[in-house]
């Protein structure tokens, strides 16, 4: 999952996208208004993280400008206000949902899965494809009750394919949503990572699961349709 966090200090901002990343999200900061919005326009995310106080162009203002593009991209407003009258004001121009700062990381985090499983991507705390399970809250995985160790980025990978389960996924919407903006397109990062997801998920004597479409993409299913 791609999150943008859009926040103006930079020590807050650091320690906020360490905290995530660690958790196998792929991060892109924005420290203004302006640059929130643009990367909004540019860039697919799966949640914004939005400081409301911010210079310039502020968190509402960011948060319409958005919403008036027509995203329905979920939106979590950070805020060092608890006041009700702009939790209203936040809900009104069009964030999901409101943290007052100081927050506890664990509290974010379970709002974030949340608002994420509102899309249709994570509908369920456990996704399961056969013998695969795979808990989106503590990022266990197993196979046939067998725990496969998975660092982030192949656990991020992994729990993407899984939530579009059947349907042929590119690489470019794979880049999007499982990298940030430091990725390189002209790398082979991706097959890369693929290589090794199947070699822990589709072990010996395991069904395969992973599948490539040549030219295509990946796709994670039970059985092949006319794939390789
Ligand atoms: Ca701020």
């Known amino acids: 999952m791609r999150i943008l966090l859009v926040e103006d200090e930079p020590d807050a901002a650091a320690q906020l996208a360490r905290g995530l990343r660690d958790r196998a999200y792929a991060v892109d900061i924005a420290a203004d208004g302006n640059a929130a919005v643009e990367k909004a326009y540019v860039n697919s995310y799966d949640l914004i993280l939005l400081d409301l106080m911010l210079p310039g162009k502020d968190g509402m203002a960011v948060c319409r400008e958005i919403r008036g593009a027509g995203s329905a991209v979920p939106i ?18 069009g964030a999901d949902d409101y943290l007052a700062k100081p927050f506890d990381l664990d509290e974010l985090l379970a709002r974030m899965r949340a608002l994420l499983r509102r899309a249709p991507v994570l509908r369920q705390t456990v ?28 656990y991020a990978l992994l729990e993407y394919l899984a939530g579009r389960e059947g349907a042929v996924v590119g690489r470019e919407e794979i880049s999007e949503h499982v990298w940030d903006e430091a990725y390189d397109p ?43």
């Open 127 to 154: 996704l399961r494809v056969d013998d695969l399970e795979i808990d989106t809250h503590s990022h266990v995985v197993t196979r046939g009750g067998r725990v496969i160790a998975l660092t982030g980025k192949e």
């Open 186 to 228: 002209f790398s082979n990062l991706i097959e890369v990572y693929m290589q090794r997801l199947r070699k822990k998920v589709d072990g010996e004597g395991a069904a395969r699961l992973l599948h490539t479409r040549r030219g295509e993409g990946y796709r994670l299913a039970r059985e092949e349709e006319g794939g390789d």
């Open 76 to 93: 979590l407003m950070l805020t060092a206000r608890g006041d009700t009258a702009s939790r209203i004001h936040g809900l009104d121009a």
